[in-house]
């Protein structure tokens, strides 16, 4: 049973369109992440929610907008989408409470290849 | 905010050997997590290894052991009798509960020699 997974694995698409990305977890984790992997491989934190609460907000274009239905998913959806925001975008998460351990679980990772 | 500094952007061993990755960080935190991931080229994150701040020992896990020297604040990642397998993306990673998020060095490739 795959831990942490992400739909889809990849996604190519034109400039200008809105699409969306989804995650969902099943270890019963309290805290998810959306991170950005760019063309150096670089890891950056775009989102973190707790219980379906946003608690993490980097300076990210308000054109990405995460939604959390419960806190088993965490799903990011980017409208008007431009060059730059190819990359790989990583789902993860993360236990709170004594289980905490500091570790993120990851997904696999969606590669967004913007035309 | 807390950096994570990986200087060695290319690393190469032979297979066989030993190889050390450097990683330092900068915090004001005494309570937090380190951690080595590795990526291979299948991009999945994968947890090599993790040490607590607070643990003077350093952590090790079959082949993969750290060098944690908390005041110097410099994490290393020694992985001993190197395999082709281990030829991958390697991210030094923090973690504070204060922060509640992990933060990347920008990573070493690793390449291992037949």
């Known amino acids: 049973d795959t831990a942490v997974s992400q739909t889809p694995k990849y996604l190519v698409t034109q400039m200008g369109n809105d699409k969306s990305i989804k995650c969902e977890q099943n270890?019963?984790?309290?805290?998810m992440y959306w991170y950005k992997q760019d063309s150096k491989k670089f890891l950056k934190i775009m989102f973190s929610?707790?219980?379906?609460?946003?608690?993490i907000n980097e300076t990210v274009p308000n054109r990405f907008s995460p939604k959390s239905p419960d806190k088993a998913h965490l799903n990011l959806h980017i409208n008007s989408l431009e060059l730059g925001d190819s990359a790989v975008y990583f789902c993860?998460?993360?236990?709170?409470?004594?289980?905490?351990?500091?570790?993120?679980?990851f997904g696999e990772g969606s590669r967004l290849t913007v035309l | 905010a807390q950096t994570v500094t990986q200087s060695q952007p290319e690393m190469s061993v032979q297979e066989a050997e030993t190889v050390t990755l450097s990683c330092t960080y900068d915090?004001?935190?005494?309570?937090?997590?380190l951690f080595w991931y590795k990526q291979p080229p299948s991009r999945q994150m994968i947890l090599v290894i993790r040490?607590?701040?607070?643990?003077?020992q350093n952590a090790t896990e079959n082949r993969f052991s750290v060098n944690f020297q908390k005041a110097a604040k410099s994490f290393s990642l020694k992985i001993s009798d190197s395999q082709l397998g281990d030829a991958a993306m390697y991210f030094c990673?923090?973690?504070?509960?204060?922060?509640?998020?992990?933060?990347f060095g920008g990573g070493t490739r690793l390449m291992v020699k037949p």
């Open positions: 993860a998460s993360r236990q709170e409470g004594l289980a905490n351990t500091g570790e993120l679980f």
């Open positions: 040490q607590e701040a607070y643990k003077q």
């Open positions: 929610y707790n219980n379906k609460e946003l608690i």
């Open positions: 990673a923090y973690f504070s509960n204060a922060g509640n998020m992990l933060t």
């Open positions: 270890l019963g984790h309290d805290t």
């Open positions: 915090t004001s935190e005494s309570d937090y997590y």
